[in-house]
């Protein structure tokens, strides 16, 4: 299977249509059929069902679309990583962020490496702790800030001194809005809103002193920002950490006694990364030793 076929699959897959495809290809439309028909062929699946008007992809299809992207994704990744000469430290650092407080202190240390090393960019990929360890395992990303409580045998890390305070996120007219902390009794019986992550239902769910499958959720989210345009229009209230936006008419209130989270900085251990990603891990690590970061 040839990359530059699998470009072809992608912008037919885009382009839902052979004759439009072919022109953004600058190929002819027969010469791109015939390689559709050979990598149906090839792959022993079905890709396309065809119209008269569109072609739009199978299962199979969908799938390959999605590992076609991978695969160029990582191949323009490596060549752009093994074209930087190893005298000058430059490139890109891809890391995978939750929304943490944590990302502050991070932030101080991505500025300080780029000022050593001007050469050097950062990829900051937003997302859940699942989706970023997905992505580190697949070569995606460098390393990941993700919470404290993954499996952390197999990466090396750093960890963040930052707490991250859990808590929860009403209107300022709900009933609860006065409290100084929440306690587990008084929102047994409420309807919340809270991260698709199934380790943090969990720990909310432990906090609480209740099964996870008794939870009353009324709605999930990946980002907070979702979440709190939700409680804005009475959809209830969120379970999130503490954040440093500022939402109108909104108020976050912490969760009593032992509602907190570390973060770590995390990447795989004996992996062979560019010059940029191997002197920025040097460098956060000699950082830590130094000040006890």
């Not at 390689?35 to 069902?49: D, H, I, P």
């Not at 990302?103 to 970023?132: C, H, R, W």
């Not at 769910?205 to 009475?234: C, R, S």
Request: charged fraction near 30%; hydrophobic fraction near 40%; glycine fraction near 4%.
């Amino acid at each position: 299977m040839e990359l530059r076929i699998l470009k072809y699959f992608l912008m037919v897959a885009k382009e839902e249509n052979i004759t439009k495809a072919a022109k953004s290809l600058y190929i002819t439309q027969p010469t791109l059929s015939r390689q559709l028909a050979q990598l149906e062929e090839e792959l022993g699946v079905k890709l396309f069902t065809r119209s008269n008007h569109k072609i739009l992809l199978t299962e199979d299809g969908k799938f390959l679309q999605r590992r076609a992207r991978e695969i160029l994704y990582l191949t323009e990744k490596t060549k752009k990583e093994l074209s930087y000469d190893n005298e000058i430290v430059a490139g890109e650092i891809s890391i995978g962020c939750g929304e943490f407080l944590g990302m502050n202190e991070l932030s101080k240390l991505l500025s300080e490496f780029q000022e050593k090393y001007p050469n050097v960019k950062f990829d900051i990929y937003s997302g859940t702790a699942e989706d970023i360890i997905y992505r580190i395992e697949h070569g995606f990303l460098d390393m990941g800030l993700v919470f404290d409580y993954i499996n952390k045998e197999k990466y090396k890390f750093i960890r963040l001194k930052q707490i991250e305070e859990w808590g929860l996120l009403v209107r300022k007219n709900h009933k609860l809005a006065s409290n100084k902390f929440i306690y587990p009794e008084e929102i047994k019986k409420e309807s919340v809103i809270i991260s698709k992550n199934k380790l943090i239902q969990n720990e909310f769910a432990n906090w609480m002193g209740i099964p996870t499958e008794k939870l009353n959720v009324g709605a999930t989210f990946t980002l907070v920002y979702n979440a709190a345009m939700m409680v804005k229009n009475g959809m209830g209230m969120a379970v999130c950490l503490k954040l440093e936006n500022n939402f109108e008419d909104l108020k976050f209130i912490p969760f009593y006694k032992a509602a907190i989270s570390k973060t770590i900085l995390a990447w795989k251990p004996c992996l062979k990364y560019s010059v940029a990603t191997e002197k920025f891990i040097k460098f956060i690590e000699e950082k830590r030793n130094a000040t006890n970061f």
